[in-house]
């Protein structure tokens, strides 16, 4: 995507191989500050900080976390045994983004099979650089399906506005590039497709406020910043066309968690007949769990989330406290939308219905029998 009219993504490798850039998201939209990752502390600091964020994101990260501990191997040594435990510290960053342990643990079983440290290290590069490729290529593609439902809408209401109402930053910022939610959207955009999109505030760290509406403003697609709870209500007033999401990790039966308030805004858009879709690439599907409310771990951050928020003060980024200094704050940091509240999928082979069999459909290859017992 474009920032100020230079092309630029989330992450890549610096021209010394030997470090990773980053955009620091935590900074946005007031500062852009690239950051280096040079050790795997670096990239687990990234991860669990929210410098970076998102499902496919993080994936990527991880997977060059991998490559910078076989880098970084003591004596150039990259034994199995070292790898297998720089994994598992990344892998512990986050838990519920089921990218991050998929793209580490291909490129940790990638390194294994080379021999020699110069070889691991090499075959540690060259698939944290192929996994890279492929999420944008994934989004690119998810963008060319997804548009399609902007362009029924759009001809429906015979050109006039399409509202989309997305939740928290699902788009090139969480990504490689594209984006998931978002790239339906920039593809509508720039097909000329007059859309303007709602963007929920997202608290607690503002990732609508902060990063999806930094992001749209970049590439000049029209939207306003609502609070998280103005989105029923904008249905109810029949103001939202269609509502597209991410995820961070979606069941082999098509149960959904994203960002705490996905529930709310599928429920209010059930009750209100607004079609509900989440935009995904296969490697955000677990296909070994069948219950996503019992079986994907839900994150508890920080309480101070919720208790401070940061902002621009005379053009100096500050630190506020908002509530009682000894009240105590839980910080649920995802929920769990069940599939039947989904209307459905938009994927890079496609849309699909949210239900075990149309996902296999789109997916044989890599749908798995689901057990209870498997998550």
Not at 211 to 230: C, M, P, Q, R
Request: charged share 25%; glycine share 8%; aromatic share 6%.
């Amino acid at each position: 995507m474009k920032v100020d009219g230079k092309d630029l993504r989330t992450i890549w490798l610096d021209k010394d191989e030997k470090t990773v850039k980053i955009i620091d998201q935590r900074r946005l939209p007031h500062e852009f500050v690239i950051v280096d990752l040079a050790t795997v502390a670096d990239t687990i600091t990234a991860i669990q900080d929210l410098y970076v964020r998102g499902a496919p994101l993080i994936g990527v990260t991880g997977a060059y976390g991998v490559y910078l501990a076989a880098l970084n191997a003591p004596d150039r040594r990259v034994g199995n045994d070292y790898l297998l435990g720089e994994a598992q510290r990344i892998k512990a960053a986050r838990p519920t983004a089921v990218n991050l342990a998929w793209a580490v643990d291909r490129v940790e079983s990638v390194v294994a099979q080379a021999t020699g440290g110069d070889q691991k290290v090499l075959a540690a590069r060259r698939e944290a650089g192929v996994i890279a490729a492929e999420e944008v290529e994934n989004c690119r593609r998810i963008g060319e399906h997804g548009v399609r439902l902007i362009e029924q809408i759009s001809r429906r209401k015979e050109g006039q506005t399409v509202n989309v109402l997305t939740h928290c930053n699902a788009g090139w910022l969480a990504c490689v590039d594209f984006g998931t939610a978002t790239a339906p959207i920039y593809a509508a955009h720039d097909k000329g497709i007059d859309i303007h999109v709602w963007v929920d505030e997202t608290r607690p760290v503002n990732q609508g406020t902060r990063l999806t509406a930094w992001e749209l403003g970049k590439h000049g697609v029209k939207h306003t910043i609502i609070t998280d709870n103005a989105g029923g209500h904008l249905m109810q007033q029949g103001k939202v066309d269609l509502v597209i999401v991410g995820t961070d990790r979606t069941t082999a039966t098509g149960d959904v968690a994203n960002k705490i308030g996905t529930y709310l805004k599928a429920l209010a858009a059930r009750d209100n007949h607004i079609p509900f879709y989440v935009a995904l690439p296969s490697s955000t599907f677990d296909w070994n769990l069948k219950d996503g409310v019992k079986e994907i771990p839900i994150e508890e951050r920080d309480p101070d989330e919720i208790r401070y928020v940061h902002g621009l003060d005379q053009n100096r980024t500050t630190r506020v406290l908002i509530c009682p200094p000894d009240s105590p704050a839980a910080n649920f940091a995802f929920d769990v939308t069940p599939a039947r509240l989904v209307t459905g999928f938009i994927t890079e082979r496609g849309v699909c219905p949210a239900t075990a069999q149309d996902i296999r459909g789109l997916f044989p290859e890599k749908f798995v029998e689901p057990t209870a017992a498997n998550g």
